[in-house]
């Protein structure tokens, strides 16, 4: 997959959809100009633009006016700090980064989200992808039996 989505943060510059379009070959319009959903891309959780959906390992969610899907692929990074009760040791809150593959018309690719560095949010033939948050928390002690890791995202409009 490319990455070609563009970060939104300091001096960072909106790439459309286009791009990727031109990567991955001609993109089918719907009836109001979006890309029709990829009919073969699966997906386990149905949403509407601007909704926050949890997602585990692997689940992907579709968002039905964008016909965006988007997919937890893994947790790549988690240097958060440990959350328990009293804890003041940590000097800095950390950062958690996550792989999403995402899917619209024709073109798929992978993002990188973050939780506390950038890129937090990217855009997409104009929606925004927003990382909202990454669970479980890590702690002190470790789990015998760890949860494993959700992520929640927010599919938005973007605004110019």
């Known amino acids: 997959?490319?990455?070609?989505?563009?970060?939104?943060?300091?001096?960072?510059?909106?790439?459309?959809?286009?791009?990727?379009?031109a990567c991955a070959?001609?993109?089918?319009?719907?009836?109001?100009?979006?890309?029709?959903?990829?009919?073969?891309v699966r997906f386990d959780v149905e949403a509407e633009v601007g909704d926050t959906v949890r997602l585990g390992i692997g689940e992907a969610a579709?968002?039905?006016?964008?016909?965006l899907v988007v997919?937890?692929?893994?947790?790549?990074?988690?240097?958060?700090?440990?959350?328990e009760?009293?804890?003041?040791?940590?000097?800095?809150?950390?950062?958690?980064?996550v792989a999403l593959d995402l899917a619209l018309g024709d073109g798929e690719t992978e993002l990188r989200l973050h939780t506390r560095l950038d890129p937090r949010v990217a855009r997409l033939d104009g929606y925004e992808i927003a990382l909202v948050g990454v669970l479980p928390v890590p702690t002190?002690?470790?789990?015998?039996?760890p949860a494993p890791p959700t992520v929640d995202v927010t599919v938005r409009r973007a605004l110019e």
């Open 25 to 40: 070959g001609a993109v089918p319009t719907g009836p109001e100009g979006g890309a029709e959903p990829t009919a073969d």
């Open 71 to 83: 997919r937890f692929d893994r947790l790549v990074a988690d240097s958060r700090c440990p959350v």
């Open 85 to 97: 009760p009293g804890n003041g040791a940590c000097v800095w809150e950390g950062d958690a980064e």
């Open 140 to 145: 002190f002690e470790p789990s015998p039996d």
């Open 1 to 21: 997959m490319n990455d070609i989505l563009s970060p939104i943060g300091p001096a960072a510059v909106a790439v459309t959809f286009g791009a990727l379009a």
């Open 62 to 67: 579709r968002f039905g006016e964008a016909g």
